[in-house]
Structures are given as C-alpha cells and as structure tokens.
Antibody
Framework: EVQLVESGGGLVQPGGSLRLSCAAS????????MNWVRQAPGKGLEWVSH????????YYADSVKGRFTISRDNAKNSLYLQMNSLRDEDTAVYYC????????????WGQGTLVTVSS | DIQMTQSPSSLSASVGDRVTITCRAS??????LNWYQQKPGKAPKLLLY???SLQSGVPSRFSGSGSGTDFTLTISSLQPEDFATYYC?????????FGQGTKLEIK
C-alpha cells in the first residue's frame, strides 16, 4: 500500500523558516517523481514544486522560487521542502504527491501538514 | 502560465442525477488533463488522467473527455459519496496549474 506521510508543519513567524518532510513507503520511491502542492485555508490547490527521481530536474512555482528548496533522499525514502523567508500568504496545508514522471498525474497524495505563518 | 477555468464553481444536484463539469485551458494542453476529487479535510484523490483514462479503483460512473482546450468530467449517476469538490489540473507545462474547483452539493 502506497503511503505518504508529511511532517514538520507548525506555527512560524513571518520571515522564519521551516522544513517539511514526507516519508514514503509502499512503492519504489527512487523511481518516482515527487511534488509539493499547497492549499490555503478555504482555497484551491496550488502546485509548489517538482523533483525528478534522481533530483536532476527541479521546478518551482514563481510564488516560492528563491525561498523554497525541494530535495529528496532516496536512501531514506524521503522528500523535503525547506521553506525560508516565509510570508503570511504561505499559510496552507502542504501535501506531498507522487507522480511516475514529469507531465504525469499525481496518483497518490499524503494527508497534508499545516503551515501557519503569523506573528 | 496556463490558466484553467472550471464551470460551474458550484453545483447542486440529487442522488441519481447526471452531472457534467467543464474545464477550459487558456491554451492547448493536448490531453494532459487530470481530474481530482477532494472531500473536506482530506487529500485530493486522482479520478481521471490523460483526459479520459480512469484511475484504478475509480467507479465507472466517472468519465472524462476532451482535448486541446476544452474538457469535461461526467458523473453518470450521482451517489451520496460523490458530493465533494472537483479540480482539473493541466500537466502539460510548468507550472502545473489547477482549476479553481467545482463544489458539488446535495440538492
């Protein structure tokens, strides 16, 4: 059974940093692309970042470029999102989602972790 | 960026009804169109990919069609568990944009 479990969310002040993690199991993590998608309270879905299976290809949404860094550790079956210079508008539930490759659908999602940016 | 526009934004329907949701892309995305279902407090779930391919385990009452810029999601006979919010998403180019969502409510 595919499982994606996010952690690391919480309350942080504007300008602060947070590192999210996503623990994967039930599939060959090292062969899958991974993504972060966020959802602000009461709002729709926003794609944040994509990383290929070997980390050779990485993409970001313009809204987080230069502030967020996606990475993965295939030996630990884990995905990460380092979030720096956080803003109020980064407040959201952050989901990790797997896809077979770029341009493919997100076939499994984690349950999400809430990040709240507030003073 | 490719803009995805869903209509309607909300919809009231009854169990047994046939429902259609449309999604329009601001430029051609071939068939790189996916549909997700999200229930309150839960993660999105993939329903259809490549415009018309049903994800494993998804009931056959869900179907999709379209290519280029215009797409539809159809539920042939609404069941109580289908009341949720539905999102389309293009995976043709970065950034992978979503529609604003269609909230399907019980009439």
């Amino acid at each position: 059974e595919v499982q994606l479990v996010e952690s690391g969310g919480g309350l942080v002040q504007p300008g602060g940093s947070l590192r999210l993690s996503c623990a994967a199991s039930g599939f060959t993590f090292s062969s899958s692309s991974m993504n972060w998608v966020r959802q602000a309270p009461g709002k729709g879905l926003e794609w944040v970042s994509h990383i290929s299976s070997s980390s050779s290809t990485i993409y970001y949404a313009d809204s987080v470029k230069g502030r967020f860094t996606i990475s993965r550790d295939n030996a630990k079956n884990s995905l990460y999102l380092q979030m720096n210079s956080l803003r109020d508008e980064d407040t959201a539930v952050y989901y990790c989602a797997k896809s077979i490759a770029a341009r493919k659908p997100f076939d499994y999602w984690g349950q999400g972790t809430l990040v709240t940016v507030s003073s | 960026d490719i803009q995805m526009t869903q209509s309607p934004s909300s919809l009231s329907a009854s169990v047994g009804d046939r429902v259609t949701i449309t999604c329009r892309a601001s430029q051609s995305i071939s068939s790189y169109l996916n549909w997700y279902q999200q229930k309150p407090g839960k993660a999105p779930k993939l329903l259809l990919y490549a415009a018309s391919s049903l994800q494993s385990g998804v009931p056959s009452r869900f179907s999709g069609s379209g290519s280029g810029t215009d797409f539809t999601l159809t539920i042939s006979s609404l069941q109580p568990e289908d009341f949720a919010t539905y999102y389309c998403q293009q995976s043709y180019s970065i950034p992978y944009t979503f529609g604003q969502g269609t909230k399907l409510e019980i009439k």
